[in-house]
């Protein structure tokens, strides 16, 4: 399946996360970005040392400024369970605007068409680092990393597409 692109419409699907009463909630992709800007970035793994040092501060230190450019909302999905993105995201007590979602199996980075098999490193199917711009559904940017890079998904990168 080719990844997404940009003009393609995101494809919904099913991601969990725990909400402020820590209650497990599972949620539909559309019901986060119909009629809305939204940032949809994903890493491949919590804990990570460029996702957890690089990727994840820098939407959270420019969520002021995505916000001022009419984004209403910066998603952060993972193919890890909901407990452990719940402990990633308590490692930034700073955050206020950056939202954990799961997406235990796989399934909707393989619907987003970037999945990145790491089983000779011994960690599966996990997700190529991507960043999404979204309006209402359309995909507007789509800045997909290859390999390990780090190189077009940041958040600076995103503020250029806005």
Same mark, same amino acid.
Request: net charge neutral; aromatic share 8%.
């Given at each position: 399946m080719? @990844?997404?692109? *940009?003009g393609d419409v995101?494809?919904d699907g099913?991601?969990?996360?725990?909400d402020?009463q820590d209650q497990l909630?599972e *949620?539909?992709? %559309?019901?986060? *970005?119909a009629g #809305?800007k &939204?940032i949809l970035?994903? &890493?491949?793994? !919590?804990?990570?040392?460029?996702?957890?040092?690089? %990727?994840? @501060?820098?939407?959270i230190? =420019?969520a002021?400024?995505?916000?001022s =450019?009419g +984004?209403t909302e910066?998603?952060?999905i993972? +193919?890890?369970d909901?407990f452990v993105? =719940?402990?990633?995201?308590?490692?930034?007590?700073?955050?206020k %605007?950056v #939202?954990f979602?799961? $997406?235990g199996? !796989?399934?909707y980075?393989h619907?987003?068409?970037l999945e990145? $098999?790491l089983?000779?490193?011994g960690l599966?199917?996990?997700s190529r680092r991507?960043?999404?711009? *979204?309006? $209402?559904?359309?995909? =507007? !940017?789509?800045?997909i990393?290859?390999?390990?890079?780090?190189?077009v998904s940041s958040?600076?990168?995103?503020?250029?597409d806005?």
């Open positions: 080719a @990844p997404i692109a *940009v995101l494809p099913k991601l969990a996360y725990f402020e909630q *949620v539909s992709v %559309h019901s986060l *970005v #809305k &939204v970035f994903g &890493v491949p793994g !919590a804990f990570t040392p460029t996702c957890s040092l690089k %990727h994840v @501060p820098g939407f230190e =420019k002021g400024e995505l916000k =450019k +984004v910066i998603l952060c993972s +193919v890890n909901p993105m =719940k402990a990633w995201a308590k490692s930034y007590p700073e955050n %605007h #939202k979602l799961a $997406d199996s !796989a399934t980075t619907a987003l068409g990145l $098999d089983q000779e490193k599966g199917t996990r991507f960043a999404l711009l *979204v309006d $209402d559904l359309k995909v =507007k !940017a789509a800045n990393e290859g390999g390990g890079e780090f190189t958040a600076e990168d995103i503020l250029k806005l």
